[in-house]
């Protein structure tokens, strides 16, 4: 009794000790299944080693055996296995139809959700419908990783001194329209550039003070590959590009590669370059009216133009907090949650109300996505941009001088401070040649793969307690009549199995349902040992005696003997 408890115990805990990840070698599938074989193998040896006196009061019609535990165990890994399948193969299908099913029972929601997806689908973390299109989101909760996306290798460590003194920004591409929470491109056009003969294309004239500079970065899976370079790019190397829009430039295509690899030229420019300046204020755009125009009235204060961006841009940095999470308990316009609902929000958030205020002032606004940040690799002059530096920032036209960033996010860890930091003394920046081939995809195929070697186990498994079952079947027939009895049926030779041949071998009909009692009745020329088998049948079944084997013996041998 002690052992098989000791036994049990022990295949518990070490079945616990597989499901809590140890040993870490072991594929999770691996463990759940030695797991699932423990604990049948300790529940089957607790059963088939317990003696008379640990039987139930509830008695089954025999001791189970190795095979019933065997089948068991099979029946249930088949049954672990067909979970998993499902697990791993059954969210993508599930997804689908509950899409369908949204879109015809509640189309309006479903709508909302095909302008949120389309929003980020594609390269990086800052991505667009096919429309050129991104919806602010009503309730975020982003969560930024921390693979790198965007190399960029100076070619003088003179210019990545410079911007290691200022903030630091790479752009992928810029919205200037804004119309019912969403931004788009104003003007979309499909240009094609193409290089001159030094193999260059240039977006103005030379300036004193281009930061030349090696791009690095992925392919988008949706094939809108956009220009990516520091900001304020001024020339790129390149045979030729597609020009969607002022802020938005395609590159050509890259089949057969995993990545883009190129030159470009920029000349940064702040809203703080320019303290000191003439700038002269020109009109354009229509400004948005009601309680967001006395905001933006409050947030602009007095000075000149650029002495108005600079508050606005203080203003919403002091009055609003960052956060990547908005839960928008009123389920308010985007913009309208954050400037008067919660007062907070990410990037993209303060981006869009600082291009609209610094509009108020009537100058031309956009919302530029990139990258900002970044970590210096001196060694190498490398700067390394990953997921969580993504960041949305305000461009402002400011005339003379091109576009200017206006920077309304908060300085806080993820993006919006906008400052590089410095790697270690020595240490050494991810290659961008790994990165490049690193594009993600494995974690689908491997959820293939599960599946796959899921929905084969299920089928062995299966089949397997199938086999164990029909060969139970098989080497321990019925024997019905409802007399079987634990100490009977459960031993090969039993009194009822002798006498059932017996009245077998001679033609006797035992009815359905029939006692034993009734049947001796109904036969001629009852046998001498009828009392004797009565007695013994009814001694166990009712009255709670104890099975004698040398008893049963004699009565299985006088059964035989029977003329």
């Known amino acids: 009794m002690i052992a098989r408890l000791v036994v049990l115990c022990l295949s518990g805990a070490l079945a ?3 499901l809590r990840g140890v040993p870490e070698a072991f594929p999770p599938l691996v463990r759940s299944c030695l797991a699932v074989l423990l604990l049948v193998g300790g529940l089957g040896w607790w059963a088939v080693r317990r003696k008379g006196e640990d039987l139930l009061v509830a008695k089954g019609s025999g001791n189970p055996r190795w095979r019933d535990f065997l089948a068991i165990g099979m029946g249930i890994l088949a049954l672990e296995c067909g979970f998993l399948w499902v697990l ?56 930024p990783g921390v693979k790198p996306e965007v190399f960029i290798r100076l070619s003088r460590e003179t210019d990545a001194q410079k911007l290691l003194e200022r903030k630091t920004y790479v752009r992928a591409f810029a919205l200037d329209d804004f119309r019912n929470g969403v931004w788009s491109t104003r003007n ?34 949706g094939g809108r590959d956009v220009l990516t370079a520091l ?42 370059d320019l303290k000191g300046r003439d700038v002269r204020q020109t009109v354009s755009g229509a400004s ?4 967001f125009s006395e905001l933006a009235a409050k947030a602009a204060g007095e000075g000149d133009v650029l002495e108005k961006l600079l508050n606005i841009q203080a203003f919403l940095r002091k009055t609003y907090g960052y956060s990547l999470v ?31 205020m610094a509009r108020e002032l009537g100058l031309e606004t956009r919302v530029a996505y990139g990258w900002a940040g970044g970590e210096y690799f001196k060694e190498s002059l490398m700067f390394v941009f990953r997921a969580r530096e993504a960041h949305a920032w305000v461009e402002v036209n400011v005339p003379g001088y091109g576009w200017a960033v206006m920077e309304p996010t908060p300085p806080v860890v993820l993006g919006g401070g906008g400052v590089p930091r410095s790697a270690a003394s020595g240490e050494l920046p991810p290659s ?41 079947g098989w080497r321990r027939p019925s024997d019905g009549g409802g007399f079987a009895t634990t100490a009977s049926l459960g031993r090969k030779g039993g009194y009822l199995r002798a006498w059932r041949r017996a009245c077998e071998d001679r033609g006797l009909r035992w009815p359905a349902g029939a ?49």
């Open 88 to 143: 791993s193969a059954a969210p993508a299908p599930l997804e689908e139809v509950a899409v369908m099913i949204e879109a015809k029972l509640q189309p309006e929601a479903a709508a909302e959700r095909a302008v949120d997806a389309a929003s980020v689908a594609g390269t990086g973390n800052w991505l667009w419908s096919d429309e050129g299109r991104r919806a602010l989101p009503r309730r975020t909760n982003l969560k």
């Open 188 to 221: 979309l056009r499909d240009n094609t550039v193409e290089a001159n003969e030094g193999g260059w294309i240039r977006f103005g004239d030379r300036r004193k003070g281009e930061i030349l500079h090696e791009v690095f970065h992925g392919k988008d899976t």
């Open 231 to 272: 900001q304020g790019v001024r020339a790129v190397r390149l045979p030729e590009l597609r020009v969607a829009a002022e802020g938005m430039v395609l590159l050509p295509d890259a089949s057969g590669s995993n990545g883009y690899g190129y030159m470009a030229g920029s000349l940064p420019l702040g809203l703080e």
């Open 326 to 356: 908005t839960e928008n308990p009123r389920d308010l316009d985007p913009l309208e949650n954050f400037l008067f609902g919660e007062k907070k929000g990410h990037c993209e958030f303060f981006a869009t109300a600082g291009a609209l």
């Open 288 to 291: 948005r009216k009601g309680r």
């Open 16 to 18: 616990y000790v597989l």
């Open 515 to 563: 006692t034993l009692r009734r049947q001796l009745e109904e036969i001629e020329g009852k046998p001498g040992f009828a009392d004797d088998l009565l007695g013994y049948h009814y001694g166990l079944k009712y009255e709670g005696k104890s099975a004698d084997p040398k008893s049963e013996g004699q009565l299985v041998e006088r059964i035989k003997g029977w003329q």
């Open 432 to 472: 961008p040649d790994e990165i490049l081939t690193d594009e993600e995809i494995p974690e689908l195929a491997n959820n293939d793969h599960v599946a796959k070697v899921a929905l084969g186990l299920m089928a062995a498994f299966g089949v397997a307690a199938l086999i164990v079952f029909m060969v139970k």
